[in-house]
């Protein structure tokens, strides 16, 4: 049986989630931007928490993580490469370790870029993938540490996963991202009805994440650098995409 996915939104714009295996109970929540919300879901599920998965070491991502310990005893997971700077872990992982929560296997992916170290979790069976800061809804995490090439490198293994693959990211920052994406790649119908939908949503308060891998395959310019049409509006024909993602991520950190 498939992960049950519970998207939590925590502080002004994080999300963190919980993930609940119905065979054996365990419940593992994604990031740790406060408490209360999550221990509110526990609650209101009637999960019991038995894992922490970080996906990096920036406080919205991992503030709560000493009092949610206090609440709600469980198993600290993060990236070895980030211990120093991450809360304390009981396990401590690279790209290419396995995650066991329940019956299921996550697979650890490095996704460097927004910070080094950052890493994604995918879960195959029940086809998802928290991605927090690296591949966002229509965007990508801004590059605190890594350089563009590493994002780029980091953006193609997440696209290169199944297209029906749920991806789970950190922020509701769509809006503003559809605003950006709308001037890279102006004539795609998909991407103008995703924008359209996405205000939609946010008029109504309701989240825009999770995402399905294929839409942003469609639509998030950050994983359209090989796009002919993106590439001819940018003046950037039979560019490296390497060279395209690079100009995209630029123009976004001026918008
Ligand atoms: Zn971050
Ligand atoms: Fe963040």
């Known amino acids: 049986m498939s992960l049950h996915l519970m998207t939590i939104p925590c502080l002004s714009d994080n999300y963190a989630y919980l993930i609940h295996d119905p065979t054996t109970g365990q419940t593992a929540v994604v990031d740790v931007p406060e408490v ?46 980030d211990a120093h700077r991450l809360p304390p872990l009981d396990l401590a992982v690279k790209e290419g370790d396995t995650i066991t929560i329940g019956t299921e296997t996550g697979h650890v992916i490095d996704v460097s870029g927004h ?92 989240p825009t994440v999770p995402s399905l891998l294929s839409e942003e395959l469609a639509t998030n310019p950050f994983l359209r650098a090989s796009d002919p049409a993106i590439q001819a509006h940018l003046g950037m024909q039979n560019s490296e995409p390497v060279d395209v993602f690079t100009e995209i991520r630029a123009r976004k950190d001026r918008f």
């Not at 503030?63 to 949610?68: A, P, S, Y």
């Not at 991806?167 to 994406?181: L, R």
Request: charged content about 15%; proline content about 4%.
């Open 115 to 206: 910070t080094v170290g950052h890493i994604a979790i995918h879960f195959p069976d029940s086809k998802l993938v928290f991605t927090a800061d690296s591949l966002m809804a229509l965007g990508c995490g801004r590059l605190f540490e890594g350089t563009p090439s590493q994002m780029y490198s980091s953006l193609a293994k997440l696209a290169a996963l199944p297209g029906d693959t749920t991806v789970c990211s950190g922020h509701e920052y769509t809006q503003s991202n559809a605003k950006f994406a709308l001037t890279i790649d102006p004539d795609n119908q998909a991407l103008i009805s995703r924008a359209e939908a996405v205000t939609a949503a946010r008029a109504k308060n309701q």
């Open 36 to 81: 209360g919300p999550i221990l509110d879901a526990l609650d209101q599920q009637g999960w019991t928490l038995s894992h922490i998965l970080l996906t990096h070491h920036h406080y919205d991502h991992i503030d709560g993580v000493e009092d949610l310990l206090a609440k709600a005893p469980a198993q600290v997971i993060g990236a070895a490469a």
